[in-house]
């Protein structure tokens, strides 16, 4: 296999061992097409690959030596887990933090080698977003120091759709074709509505610090009228005055206003439109609820107009009945990707999409070093939104719009979805437990 | 035709005339296939009605002689109101109102007679619930008083599914499928990040008095331990700690619970949990925003757990998308049948949908009289919910179960569904503006 020239071909003899595949931080709707594709590719290769693990619930499992035998699992469960939401591996939010906590991650890191080493794993794949590359990378630069055979792959994941060098991420194209099928819908709802004293409709999406997911709901916009009429981005700090007369102009002119609002949405100081400070999840970020609430409380104030909330939340990042195919196709892409440049010898890599051409759309895999990803959020950029900052703009679009193409059309149990679950056959323990 | 016996048959001559069909209320998914099925088995009748046309925003356009002529539009787009959501003639929230207005109503009535008599309507379908064919009544009853030939059906519409008489309302099956799915994705999300310390996710979903939609979520339910785990029905007082040990019961079990709250959920005393009062309709019920905020609230602080919400809003009532093709198929047949029915001399009475059998399923349409539908509300009988009040029993169950069936595949452009929108080719007016 030609591998692209940025990667720095290291020439390694052929590594014998286990695989390991393992699923971190926020599920998405293709996840486990990821982790479908690093199982087939891998079966590809029996002289190199002998047993393929998967780790339980990401590195926290894998801490406690929790792996599950994948070659127990029905061929037809790997292939159905290209249409299950979720990650059917588990996963979790941990973090080996060196700066924070060096001790335990000194720790951590003794026990991940030992139960590496235990198990014999050679192959090392880590599915998921910033904060897993991060982790992938040290388990690379650990190996190097431990000097203990071990090619590991980072897949990218995340809805959010802010990891650097990938020109996008598996998980991105399918919430937001959900979340642009879904502002049609509400919009059509609310336009037949418009004989009423008018209504402004705001959807909260998610997105912390990257507007990316708030962005792609403008691909539901087909005519200059359409809605979404205002989308409200993280990275534009929220102009009060000049959002409400927008509103405003809207509603004269439709008597509905759709408005998609980032859950991370700033005001001029830099602060959360909307942070609930009574939770934190693990990495400290105060976990959001409510920026379209503190909106519409401003809109019907000070506007005295009707305001309907819509809060996806985790709906948007398991809609499976709604996935991009095209995304799916990606995902499980990255995944066989990732395997064949380990068995090529290559390790301390994130598996990147290159795009070669808008339309029709084409694109290949490509490699990105490790060290380049890790804790890098990537920003919708101010030349992809309009003046005004209400609006990504054609650049955006073109971007966005390949993205979200054809349909599953997942199998259907008495008109409800049939997803797959892992049986998860345990992998017999060969350590005592983590202290 | 035979009709049901329950029908009283009064043979009338022939009724040369036009036919009007309007839509009233919240939109569904389906509304528009019930005025398609009126619109297309009005064409083949064209001895009788001479012209169809459509009234813009229910009750209130018609007074403002706002009507479309529907033979203008494109077959192909009559069609295609079968898979686009909301209310394309568009909708309104007016009530003709006896008892509180009787003056304005007295008023609106004359009206709407010299409306219907310029256009020579002889034939008029309202598409709609409880409050709309409480119009239809009326309008059915001051055309017998005035003497005026006029054939009056009501065509039932609604996700809340509380109507009387009518085994279940169009748009249910449609808004529950849309429920159920999401809530068995967001089960799975929930169910793979179960490795942290826990989360309650609650999903807020429509149903003022009646829990039917929260209900219907239980068909997501194919094992004792899946999702949702509570339903919290407005028929069910909340009972505070009953609740929260089932929570912490499931949560201990699973790591994550699934909790559905129907928007009208009442304490013991009977008042709605987050009834916001700024807000109130035009038939004087507060607007509801944040039941499942405040029963996380009640979670957070009391278990210190940590929560989650989601808010499907306007999005469960037109999610096209994921429309039961059972419903779809009724709610044409409910307009079709409206149409034979006013052929055959009939007036006065609501479609209704009559079940036959629950395995095959099978039904067809009947009659109702107007006056025994207005203004009841059917809610979620007792004996159809676990004695403990957290769940529906089989006996639900085998009543929802059908109502699923069958998906819509919508037409897609670029990855997003292919809605129609009527031309709108407006009828001359004859009057002067309503005063």
Not at 42 to 47: R, T, V
Not at 190 to 207: F, K, R
Not at 384 to 404: C, H, K, T, V
Request: charged letters at 20%; aromatic letters at 6%; a negative charge.
């Amino acid at each position: 296999m030609a591998l692209p020239n940025q990667i720095h071909f290291v020439y390694m003899a052929d590594l014998v061992g286990n695989l390991l595949v393992a699923q971190s931080g926020g599920p998405t709707a293709v996840i486990n097409a990821s982790a479908a594709g690093v199982i087939q590719e891998a079966g590809k290769y029996p002289d190199l690959i002998e047993e393929i693990y998967g780790g339980l619930n990401g590195i926290l499992g894998i801490l406690n030596e929790e792996l599950i035998d994948i070659q127990e699992e029905k061929r037809v469960v790997i292939e159905g887990l290209k249409h299950t939401p979720a990650a059917a591996l588990g996963t979790c939010r941990y973090k080996v933090d060196f700066k924070k906590k060096p001790e335990q991650a000194a720790k951590d890191m003794d026990r991940l080698f030992q139960v590496l080493q235990a198990h014999n794993i050679r192959y090392f794949f880590y599915i998921g977003g910033n904060d897993s590359q991060d982790t992938a990378h040290k388990i690379h630069e650990q190996a190097v120091q431990r000097a203990y055979d071990l090619r590991v792959i980072g897949v990218p994941k995340t809805i959010d759709n802010d990891l650097p060098h990938t020109d996008h991420c598996p998980g991105y194209g399918s919430a937001i074709k959900y979340n642009a099928t879904t502002v049609m819908e509400i919009a059509a709802d609310a336009a037949s509505m418009a004989s009423d004293s008018g209504v402004c409709c705001l959807i909260e999406v998610m997105g912390r610090a990257a507007g990316w997911i708030a962005a792609g709901t403008v691909l539901a916009k087909r005519n200059p009228g359409d809605a979404p009429h205002i989308i409200l981005l993280p990275e534009i700090p929220f102009n009060e005055s000049a959002f409400l007369s927008r509103v405003q102009e809207t509603l004269a002119a439709n008597k509905f206003c759709i408005v998609v609002v980032g859950e991370g949405l700033r005001n001029a100081a830099g602060e959360e439109m909307a942070a609930d400070k009574r939770t934190m999840d693990a990495f400290g970020h105060p976990a959001l609820s409510g920026a379209a609430e503190r909106v519409a409380e401003i809109v019907s104030t000070k506007l005295k107009a009707k305001t309907r909330t819509v809060k996806l939340g985790y709906a948007q990042r398991a809609a499976a009945h709604c996935a991009s195919e095209t995304d799916v196709l990606e995902a499980t892409a990255c995944g066989g990707a990732a395997v064949r440049a380990a068995i090529d010898g290559q390790s301390g890599f994130m598996v990147k999409i290159v795009r070669h051409q808008n339309s029709p759309y084409r694109w290949t895999t490509g490699f990105q070093e490790l060290k380049e990803i890790a804790n890098v959020e990537r920003l919708v950029p101010r030349d992809w939104i309009s003046a005004d900052g209400f609006l990504p703009n054609e650049a955006f679009i073109e971007y966005a719009r390949p993205l979200i193409d054809g349909e599953l059309h997942l199998p259907i149990d008495s008109g409800l979805p049939k997803f797959v679950t892992l049986q998860k056959s345990p992998v017999e323990k060969k350590l005592p437990p983590r202290a």
